[in-house]
């Protein structure tokens, strides 16, 4: 199996937003580029507990950006 390792950043923003925030939204974005490149094998890295648990379903976020 090909392993490709691509490291995802948030650029500086110029608008007030949270880490969560900005960690969610990079994380959003790698799945899709992952959808849309085709890749059937993903492992995701992630610092934020509060994102892991988000996404895994078993914490639901105050934040409305954080869907």
Do not use: W
């Not at 610092?47 to 409305?64: F, N, P, W």
Request: with cysteine; glycine share 2%.
């Amino acid at each position: 199996m090909e392993s490709i390792k691509i490291s995802l950043r948030v650029p500086k923003r110029d608008f007030p937003t949270s880490n969560n925030v900005a960690e969610y939204k990079a994380l959003v974005n790698g799945l899709r580029l992952a959808r849309a490149l085709h890749i059937s094998y993903l492992r995701v890295y992630c610092d934020s507990q509060l994102i892991v648990l988000q996404v895994q379903g078993t914490y639901i976020a105050k934040d409305e950006k954080i869907e």
